[in-house]
Structure formats: C-alpha cells, structure tokens
C-alpha cells in the first residue's frame, strides 16, 4: 500500500507556500443557511542531492491540497446574545504529490493522489459581545468510514466590524482526516493543518 502524511504548521505553509486559495460563501433566508468553503494550498519544496553518477542534481516535490466544503443549515437558536446553527453536507477532498528529478533521473519521477467525499455534521455558534465584536466558533465531524474514517474540523475566530457591512476577523483554525482504502492497491492519508486565521468578511445583502 501507499502512505502519504501530511502536517502542516504555519511555519511549513510560509516556507513551503506556491499558492494559496481561500474562501466561503454564505446566505440566510430566516432559519436557512447554505455555505460553501474552498481551500486550495500549493506546497513546494527544493533539494540539492549529491548523487552525480545518477545524473540528476535536484528533487523537486510538490503537495497539491484541494478541499471543497457545501452545507446546509438550520437556526436552532436566534438571540440577541447567542445564535447557534445545526449544519449537515459533505467535504469533496483531493490530495497529490509529485516528485521530480532535474534533470531527469532514469525514469524516477514519481506521483500519487488520492482523493474522497465525506459526509459531515456540524454546528456554528455566535455570541455578540458588543455592537462591533463577536466571537464565533464552529465545528464539524465527520467520515464514519464513508469517505474517510473520520476526520474533524474546528475553528474560533473573533470579529471587529469597521462598517456596518465589513467586519475583520482573526482566530485559529485545526482540521484532521484520516482515509484509507484497502487492498494492495490501497493507499493512507493522515493529514492535519492548523494555524492562526485572518480574513475579511462582508455582507453582500441589501437591508
């Protein structure tokens, strides 16, 4: 079988950063909430190797990550001091790496990937602190051997709106998943990214 572990801490995605696209959508009609959440992280990295008789002076490797994540949810708790939402969907996961020699080494180019789709429950909880802070923390689990075997995700952040419509936020985010197929054939990913978030948010609805 194939094993392919990955951990990436911050320092890992600054040193190793290629690319990186992050993203989510989110509307509310009432108590309905639909969002999508897209991350895709390029990862790469260069090494001398001092192996001349094999003709090749440098391995190239590269990670490639992409994680999309629709759900659906309900508002279970809608408050002025708390708001708490149920939320179901799935997580479309993909994860390659390739290995390359430069110049080419006898044919020893090497790639594999390994890509699943995740079932998910999970749940968002807001708490308003002030007209302009807010403190949100939000969750999900999920795999359960239909996709992968399972896997969690949770993330904390706190708000500042600067307009009524825009509002900066900082946090920290961990998300782990653990897949494996079987067979001869089959292959183990043991991936866990964590690090300190930033964003801007903005509310594109007409009031």
């Keep these: 079988g194939r094993n392919v572990g990955f951990r990436a801490s911050p320092a890992d995605l600054l040193s190793h950063f290629r690319l990186g696209v992050l993203g989510a959508v ?3 009609r009432k108590r309905l909430l639909l969002s999508t959440d897209l991350m895709y992280l390029r990862l790469g990295a260069s090494n001398a190797l001092p192996f001349e008789k094999l003709s090749a002076i440098s391995a190239n490797i590269t990670a490639n990550t992409v994680l999309l994540t629709p759900k659906i949810g309900v508002r279970m708790v809608d408050q002025e001091k708390l708001k708490i939402d149920f939320t179901t969907g799935f997580r479309f996961w993909y ?5 390359n020699f430069s110049p080419s080494a006898l044919g020893l180019n090497y790639s594999a990937s390994q890509s699943w789709i995740s079932p998910l429950v999970g749940g968002r909880i807001e708490m308003p602190l002030s007209p302009k802070v807010a403190v949100i923390i939000l969750g999900d689990v999920g795999g359960w051997g239909e996709g992968s075997q399972l896997e969690y995700q949770w993330v904390g952040v706190i708000g500042y709106k600067i307009k009524p419509k825009w509002t900066l936020q900082a946090g920290y985010r961990y998300l782990n998943a653990d897949y494996k197929t079987g067979g001869n054939l089959g292959g183990v990913v043991n991936l866990t990214m964590s690090g ?3 964003g801007l948010t903005g509310n594109l609805s007409k009031e």
């Design 26 to 28: 989110e509307a509310r």
């Design 196 to 198: 300190v978030v930033f």
């Design 95 to 99: 994860f390659g790496e390739n290995l």
